[in-house]
């Protein structure tokens, strides 16, 4: 097998030495034929024999030699060489004799061409300059080669080396082409210069590693023997043997037991090898972390067509962290653009993992070791094996990417040489959490594999790995990045994504937006991400779509979000946000935005809103228990409403605003010029609204730091009796008409003010007064049945019409209190006090129907048995508001029925009054 040719350089250096030697040698000629006729060797002349030595140092070699001679059969002889290599410390060999003879016909022509080479009692070193081990080593010793030139022949009759316990020989015969072949493939070698001391210090280190194996294996032996043919070739056989030794310290690198190699190599005459086989088999063979029980080698190949054949086989092999190895491959020649090389089908597994492929490789002119291809049919390789080994497990740290479950690989190939050139195929994932990206967070109703198309190339800057078709779920994406710690990344995503996925990468105001939101299905959403490994903050980008969710506890229909965030800001653009549950609900546009320049309590978000959307939903945003109160108003789609949120070191600060000059509904009655605007502003809510109700005008004020404390005012002015009548008995679920009081025409003044639990309105507590004018209030009939006689008469003097209620009113502990309630009319009045449980709607009144006389007395009113019948009669109201009883009973039965009448009813708590 032929030598690198990077050692051309050394290689050129010794010839051009034994040049310089022949150029001198030349200047002797004469003295040459002289000694030819003599017995004794003859001593070179100390002159020359140190333009030699100059002429060496000027190739970098440092030669040291105790005598030079030239022997009677023409050769030259040198005792005790030694030989240093400039720019390393120390010798590297060393040589009892070195002889070689040399033909004066080639000297007449300016050639060294050897007949004999021998040499006796050499040995190599490695300098303590470059050894491993810090102190000089010795690495071959008792080196003798003796080499004969006969014919076209290299006759080998001992060529032998021992280092330790190992011990290497060659014998036989051998083309002599074999070393011209080696010359002319180093002389037209194209790699870059290589000194003498770089391929010194290259081959003795290597060296230096062999040597300390074979001294741990406990001895060996190569034996080649060569043995020359009629066709002038030669077949090469080789046996190589380790000893049977298992060595008892945990410290060794290299241990082996029933190791034998087996080789046959057939060369022709011009130096060429046509065919070769080896063969192997090993019980046991460890080397450092790795080891494997049994290993059956048979290959063979043919020189001619550059083709490989055989078989690999092994058993029970194991890897640092790794073991229960099995694998077995195939090979087979093939031929790619005229180059040979050879294919390999694999099978391999461990405990947990296994893959099926096919290794392709090819000599190549450009490369020293050919191309090699890897394709990889199927494999599934278990993130427990993987993380099993530091190194990884260190990259996966600094990425924030943890590995579970099994990675498969389909469709893959592999592409390397000297150095990796590319890698692509098709890989999954069961169980990869990559900066929070999961296939649980991604999509938590679902438990799929991640899958994609990856391709890497070393070469490509500033991304070599690239992902396409990137399949997480229900997510599709794409991924461009660099694998060093804090490199870049572009992530392109396309689906429905579960928020709590992003969180790793997209930072803390996506946290912060998403906590007030409620969804109930993942978000469709396109987002491209530019951002580096280990950092939380990135460059973000892209449109976010949601449908049916919760915003701060308000319901909404769908939005759409436009995201753009870098380092110094975050804003999301809202180009439809639908609240409630219908159309009619209404829908805002605007945008939410961090300015991260800010301390972290007031960076965001500032949210501001402009829009339809119904007041109700705003006011759900902060409290619920007002927007039960507001979504009796509907207000129609040509309202306006715009929201505002700042944030504060107290929290978010939010105020909205509605207007509508247009007619709507409160309450099931036509309204107009609605006006309202809510403030919750360090953690105190405040709610003020006017409008046109019932004909009238009403405003309405909230405020307090909880619903259950807060303040509430209510003013009712000019507003139509019979509509607000209506309007109270849809908030009571009354049936319309059940109670009729009120004719067209009628007017009522309210107010109210005092504090109310908006989730427990019956808990209500506040002083109020009221004022209603109806120009035919229903008729109090007094008389009972008589009155319905007199009247059947013609005589209709005991109906008394009322036309005007007015009072004031306490509301305490459940109870509304009426101490002054009075209905007056014309011709009288009905003074009453009483109380009304405001939770069952139940009533308790009493009073005194009273008929004012008529100027001064005269004989004739006592002939008006209605007035004196009626006038003082005492009334109680009790029961259902809805259905309440009424009972009158005459001046004198009152006498006789004083318990009839409480005097203290309905009379206002001290506590409210103070």
């Keep these: 097998?032929?030598?690198?040719?990077?050692?051309?350089?050394?290689?050129?250096?010794?010839?051009?030495?034994?040049?310089?030697?022949?150029?001198?040698?030349?200047?002797?000629?004469?003295?040459?034929?002289?000694?030819?006729?003599?017995?004794?060797?003859?001593?070179?002349?100390?002159?020359?024999?140190?333009?030699?030595?100059?002429?060496?140092?000027?190739?970098?070699?440092?030669?040291?030699?105790?005598?030079?001679?030239?022997?009677?059969?023409?050769?030259?002889?040198?005792?005790?060489?030694?030989?240093?290599?400039?720019?390393?410390?120390?010798?590297?060999?060393?040589?009892?004799?070195?002889?070689?003879?040399?033909?004066?016909?080639?000297?007449?022509?300016?050639?060294?061409?050897?007949?004999?080479?021998?040499?006796?009692?050499?040995?190599?070193?490695?300098?303590?300059?470059?050894?491993?081990?810090?102190?000089?080593?010795?690495?071959?010793?008792?080196?003798?080669?003796?080499?004969?030139?006969?014919?076209?022949?290299?006759?080998?009759?001992?060529?032998?080396?021992?280092?330790?316990?190992?011990?290497?020989?060659?014998?036989?015969?051998?083309?002599?082409?074999?070393?011209?072949?080696?010359?002319?493939?180093?002389?037209?070698?194209?790699?870059?210069?290589?000194?003498?001391?770089?391929?010194?210090?290259r081959y003795l280190s290597a060296l230096e590693e062999i040597v300390a194996l074979t001294k741990e294996a406990g001895g060996g032996s190569i034996q080649m023997d060569a043995n020359g043919k009629a066709t002038g070739g030669a077949e090469l056989k080789l046996q190589a043997v380790l000893a049977n030794h298992e060595s008892t310290t945990t410290a060794a690198n290299f241990q082996a037991r029933t190791l034998e190699i087996f080789g046959s190599i057939q060369i022709n005459k011009q130096g060429l090898i046509d065919q070769w086989s080896l063969q192997s088999a090993v019980d046991y063979l460890s080397y450092k972390n790795y080891s494997i029980k049994h290993l059956l080698v048979e290959m063979s190949g043919a020189e001619q067509n550059r083709s490989i054949s055989g078989h690999i086989i092994g058993v029970d092999g194991s890897l640092p962290q790794l073991d229960g190895i099995q694998f077995r491959a195939k090979f087979t020649p093939q031929r790619i653009n005229e180059m040979a090389g050879i294919r390999a089908i694999f099978e391999s597994q461990s405990r947990?993992?296994?893959?099926?492929?096919?290794?392709?490789?090819?000599?190549?002119?450009?490369?020293?070791?050919?191309?090699?291809?890897?394709?990889?049919?199927?494999?599934?390789?278990?993130?427990?094996?993987?993380?099993?080994?530091s190194s990884i497990q260190e990259l996966l740290q600094q990425s924030r990417v943890k590995l579970d479950g099994y990675i498969g690989l389909s469709q893959t190939q592999i592409e390397h040489g000297q150095q990796f050139k590319w890698a692509e195929g098709e890989i999954s994932f069961t169980g990869l959490n990559a900066l929070g990206i999961s296939q649980k967070s991604l999509s938590s109703n679902q438990d799929l594999a991640m899958v994609t198309r990856f391709s890497f190339s070393p070469e490509r800057k500033p991304f070599p790995l690239q992902l396409r078709n990137l399949q997480l779920t229900t997510i599709r994406g794409e991924l461009d990045?660099?694998?060093?710690?804090?490199?870049?990344?572009?992530?392109?995503?396309?689906?429905?994504?579960?928020?709590?996925?992003?969180?790793?990468?997209?930072g803390q105001w996506w946290v912060d937006t998403w906590k007030m939101f409620e969804t109930k299905k993942d978000p469709r959403a396109t987002i491209d991400v530019v951002g580096r490994w280990g950092n939380v903050s990135a460059d973000v980008k892209g449109r976010v779509r949601m449908d049916d969710f919760t915003l701060l506890t308000a319901p909404f229909r769908r939005v759409t979000l436009s995201v753009d965030t870098s380092s110094e800001y975050t804003r999301i653009g809202i180009e439809e946000l639908a609240g409630g549950k219908s159309e009619e609900d209404g829908a805002v546009h605007g945008s939410v935005v961090w300015d991260w320049r800010k301390p972290a309590t007031l960076a965001g978000p500032v949210i501001s809103?402009?829009?339809?959307?119904?007041?109700?939903?705003?006011?759900?945003?902060?409290?619920?228990?007002?927007?039960?109160?507001?979504?009796?108003?509907?207000?129609?789609?040509?309202?306006?409403?715009?929201?505002?949120?700042?944030?504060?070191?107290?929290?978010?600060?939010?105020?909205?605003?509605?207007?509508?000059?247009?007619?709507?509904?409160?309450?099931?009655?036509?309204s107009r010029n609605f006006r309202m605007n809510v403030v919750s502003k360090n953690n105190v809510i405040s709610a003020r609204s006017s409008f046109i109700l019932a004909d009238g005008n009403v405003k309405f004020e909230l405020n307090g730091k909880t619903p259950h404390e807060a303040e509430i005012f209510l003013e009712l002015k000019n507003c139509d009796t019979l509509k607000i009548t209506r309007l109270t008995e849809k908030l009571n679920g009354v049936k319309a008409g059940s109670v009729e009081m009120f004719k067209p025409g009628s007017n009522l003044n309210f107010n109210f003010r005092g504090t109310v639990d908006i989730d427990n309105p019956t808990e209500v507590k506040g002083?109020?007064?009221?004022?209603?004018?109806?120009?035919?209030?229903?008729?109090?009939?007094?008389?009972?049945?008589?009155?319905?006689?007199?009247?059947?008469?013609?005589?209709?003097?005991?109906?008394?019409?009322?036309?005007?209620?007015?009072?004031?009113?306490?509301?305490?502990?459940?109870?509304?209190?009426?101490?002054?309630?009075?209905?007056?009319?014309?011709?009288?009045?009905?003074?009453?006090?009483?109380?009304?449980?405001?939770?069952?709607?139940?009533?308790?009144?009493?009073?005194?129907?009273?008929?004012?006389?008529?100027?001064?007395?005269?004989?004739?009113?006592?002939?008006?048995?209605?007035?004196?019948?009626?006038?003082?009669?005492?009334?109680?109201?009790?029961?259902?508001?809805?259905?309440?009883?009424?009972?009158?009973?005459?001046?004198?039965?009152?006498?006789?029925?004083?318990?009839?009448?409480?005097?203290?009813?309905?009379?206002?708590?001290?506590?409210?009054?103070?």
């Design 767 to 914: 002083l109020g007064s009221f004022d209603l004018y109806s120009p035919d209030l229903k008729k109090i009939r007094l008389l009972g049945g008589l009155s319905t006689i007199l009247e059947s008469l013609g005589i209709e003097a005991t109906t008394y019409t009322l036309d005007h209620i007015n009072g004031h009113f306490g509301c305490a502990d459940g109870t509304a209190y009426f101490p002054d309630l009075m209905i007056m009319g014309s011709q009288s009045y009905l003074g009453l006090n009483g109380e009304v449980q405001l939770k069952d709607s139940e009533v308790d009144f009493n009073g005194q129907f009273t008929v004012p006389k008529s100027g001064s007395f005269t004989p004739l009113q006592l002939l008006n048995l209605s007035r004196n019948l009626v006038n003082n009669t005492k009334i109680t109201v009790k029961g259902p508001i809805s259905t309440p009883k009424t009972d009158a009973n005459p001046p004198w039965l009152s006498l006789f029925f004083k318990s009839i009448i409480k005097k203290d009813l309905g009379k206002i708590p001290d506590s409210l009054v103070e």
């Design 609 to 670: 809103l402009r829009g339809n959307l119904q007041p109700w939903i705003a006011a759900d945003c902060s409290a619920d228990n007002i927007a039960e109160i507001l979504k009796k108003i509907e207000l129609p789609g040509s309202h306006s409403f715009d929201l505002f949120v700042t944030p504060t070191e107290n929290g978010l600060n939010v105020e909205a605003n509605a207007e509508c000059i247009e007619p709507f509904k409160a309450w099931g009655v036509e």
């Design 1 to 201: 097998m032929s030598e690198p040719k990077s050692i051309s350089r050394f290689k050129k250096s010794v010839r051009g030495l034994g040049t310089s030697i022949l150029v001198l040698l030349l200047l002797f000629q004469l003295l040459l034929l002289w000694v030819a006729n003599n017995q004794i060797p003859v001593r070179l002349p100390e002159s020359v024999s140190q333009l030699i030595l100059h002429q060496a140092a000027q190739e970098g070699i440092k030669l040291q030699a105790r005598n030079f001679w030239i022997q009677p059969d023409l050769s030259l002889a040198v005792d005790d060489v030694t030989v240093e290599i400039e720019g390393i410390t120390g010798e590297v060999f060393t040589a009892e004799r070195v002889e070689f003879q040399i033909s004066p016909s080639n000297l007449f022509f300016l050639k060294i061409s050897p007949q004999r080479f021998n040499l006796r009692g050499g040995k190599i070193f490695c300098p303590a300059s470059i050894s491993q081990m810090g102190e000089k080593q010795l690495l071959l010793e008792d080196l003798r080669i003796d080499l004969v030139r006969k014919g076209n022949w290299l006759t080998a009759p001992t060529c032998r080396t021992r280092s330790g316990n190992f011990v290497i020989s060659l014998e036989g015969e051998l083309p002599l082409n074999l070393l011209s072949i080696q010359n002319d493939l180093l002389e037209g070698s194209t790699q870059p210069t290589v000194t003498i001391a770089q391929s010194t210090r």
């Design 481 to 506: 990045c660099a694998l060093e710690p804090k490199g870049e990344f572009n992530l392109r995503l396309r689906g429905d994504v579960h928020p709590s996925a992003l969180n790793e990468i997209l």
């Design 352 to 389: 947990e993992s296994e893959a099926v492929g096919e290794l392709s490789w090819i000599n190549s002119s450009t490369s020293p070791v050919g191309d090699f291809s890897w394709k990889i049919y199927y494999a599934q390789i278990s993130a427990q094996e993987l993380n099993a080994f």
